[in-house]
């Protein structure tokens, strides 16, 4: 799905569910007030979407913010929340008004 690549090195790129526990970290630490999201497109025929939506560590209890250290994320399982996808073209869609 996206049909990504590398532009030097040409190797595919691996694509994930949004996660926006990842995104909220990303926002507090760059500070950006907005978000571009492209590509929707792709997503099209898909029979469901996940969004990540928290972490659970290996004890079972939910993270209230991103660990610092990589070895605690390796370990966490992300919770997801699904949303059923669409089989509508939206290729040609301008607007969130326009989306299925």
Wanted: proline content about 3%.
């Amino acid at each position: 799905v996206g049909a990504e690549f590398g532009t030097t090195t040409g190797r595919s790129r691996r694509c994930g569910w949004l996660d926006v526990e990842q995104l909220k970290f990303s926002t507090l630490i760059n500070g950006y007030t907005s978000i571009n999201l492209t590509k929707l497109d792709v997503l099209t025929g898909l029979e469901e979407l996940k969004i990540g939506r928290g972490y659970r560590a290996k004890d079972g209890s939910k993270l209230t913010t991103m660990p610092a250290c990589l070895k605690v994320m390796s370990e966490l399982t992300v919770e997801y929340e699904t949303l059923p996808g669409w089989t509508e073209d939206i290729s040609q869609c301008r607007s969130f008004e326009d989306l299925p």
